[in-house]
């Protein structure tokens, strides 16, 4: 009976497989066997799930049968072996089985490309996940797609405390390439200063869902005369947008902050800031997609296109629809409508501070529009032709909440006006709405007895700077 017992917890002991935790222990790009374990040599050791050496200190073996873990502390690991294949061993580091790697923080674990001439991480786990946290990956390049990183194969990845900076690609996605990949969760990432030749300076999706959330995507660039899609371009896949703030980013063609070809997006509590470009969409643009994408409780302000639509424009032949819901579009301009140049928009408790263009928007009520009346807004409780004055709109500025807004003057006609049918719960930073007896237009619920008028950037508050890092 005991050896039938201890055969039994034998084999049930047996059946378990424990994760491996491999602890990186020098930043020298190395394959040796002389008891210390690299990067590289920790993420072979993860891939083939075998040691990467007998001598002491080598990085110990991965595990098949879960998911292992690679810790990063602080230092910066510059990649120095050159080749091109998929299984890290030179060039960039390929990530072939389920895997997290996590640094020690943003700022203190850092991956630099720059001597490789290569990207920094290409994901390919089938079937498998991928989670990176707690790093920045920095002066990739490649001839592909994904400067960066490329997540061409695995089920899910997760990106946590990121910074994806200063890398390029001659194909697509400058930071991030994103192709077919089920869900990939992006949260609280930095993507900035990142080239593209062509679509998606900062981050190019194509198939699956991507969330971006709490995150800054400021700073990206197409550079080719065809790319377009400065912060990210959508070429198929749907996309949700929370917390974020898209600035600074920049096309030679359309969608400045975002480029939609096939596929949706889901905006809410974002601000897209003085994104550019040269033909239409400062802020977004809408191709050809027959989605339904929305907007809500987000602030389009200082965004440039050189011909058209510096807020928002789409496409003649898109026939997906748009809805704005307590929506702020002000400061914008363009050659031609400097709010919208757009079809298919419907409108709900929103501010448009500019001119439309094209056959605008469908009215739902509750919506302003300054200085003009050529928006579409028909309903009777919207109001145009209002006045600079009288819509007393302040600067762009920190408000409270994660990005920053434009809050109405105590005395804007915003306040207390827009539609009750229409009026969501919180407004863009969190602030519960309403605060008076009814709902504010736009993104904003001004708080009666506001302390700071003008904005939480009074004074020295320079670390609440949307584009630090």
């Known amino acids: 009976m005991r050896r039938t017992s201890l055969a039994v917890l034998g084999f049930s002991l047996n059946t378990f497989a424990y994760a491996a935790t491999i602890t990186v222990t020098t930043t020298s790009d190395q394959i040796a066997d002389t008891g210390t374990c690299s990067l590289r040599e920790a993420i072979i050791a993860a891939n083939t799930n075998a040691p990467s050496g007998a001598v002491t200190g080598e990085c110990p073996s991965g595990n098949s049968g879960a998911p292992d873990t690679v810790l990063l502390p602080a230092g910066t690991y510059a990649l120095s072996r050159n080749g091109s294949d998929n299984t890290a061993i030179g060039g960039d580091l390929d990530l072939t089985q389920t895997i997290a790697l996590e640094g020690a923080g943003r700022d203190l674990t850092i991956i630099d490309a720059a001597a490789i001439g290569e990207r920094v991480l290409h994901v390919l786990i089938s079937p498998g996940a991928v989670t990176i946290s707690k790093m920045t990956i920095r002066h990739g390049s490649t001839t592909g797609s994904g400067g960066g990183i490329l997540l061409s194969d695995a089920d899910s990845a997760s990106l946590v405390d990121v910074r994806i900076t200063a890398n390029t690609a001659d194909d697509n996605g400058g930071g991030i390439a994103i192709l077919s990949i089920p869900t990939t969760v992006l949260t609280r990432i930095s993507v900035d200063d990142n080239q593209a030749i062509w679509d998606g300076g900062g981050i190019y999706l194509s198939g699956g869902t991507l969330q971006v959330v709490d995150s800054q995507i400021y700073a990206n660039q197409t550079l080719g005369s065809q790319g377009a899609g400065g912060g990210i371009c959508i070429q198929e896949g749907s996309v949700s947008l929370n917390q974020s703030t898209l600035a600074e980013n920049v096309t030679g063609t359309s969608g400045g902050g975002i480029y939609v070809v096939w596929g949706d997006v889901q905006v809410s509590e974002a601000t897209f800031e003085s994104n550019s470009a040269d033909q239409a969409g400062g802020g977004l643009y809408f191709s050809s997609s027959s989605e339904s994408s929305s907007l809500a409780n987000s602030t389009i302000s200082g965004n440039v296109a050189g011909v058209a639509g510096g807020g928002i424009a789409t ?58 009346d050529n928006c579409g807004f028909t309903h009777a409780t919207d109001q145009t032709a209002v006045s600079a004055s009288a819509l007393g709109l302040g600067a762009l500025a920190f408000n409270g909440g994660s990005t920053r807004t434009i809050m109405p003057s105590a005395s804007s006609v915003a306040l207390n006006t827009a539609r009750s049918t229409y009026c969501t719960p919180t407004d863009q930073r969190g602030t519960p709405r309403p605060q008076d007896p009814a709902c504010d237009v736009g993104a904003v619920e001004r708080v009666a007895g506001w302390l700071f008028s003008g904005g939480f950037e009074e004074g020295d508050l320079g670390a609440w700077s949307s584009h630090v890092p």
């Open 315 to 372: 496409s003649s032949w898109g026939t997906g629809s748009i809805t704005l819901t307590h929506v702020t579009v002000a400061s914008n301009t363009a050659a031609t409508g400097s709010a919208l140049d757009a079809i298919s928009i419907s409108t709900r408790n929103s501010l448009l501070s500019g001119t439309c263009t094209e056959s605008v928007a469908t009215s739902l009520g509750g919506n302003i529009e300054s200085p003009g």
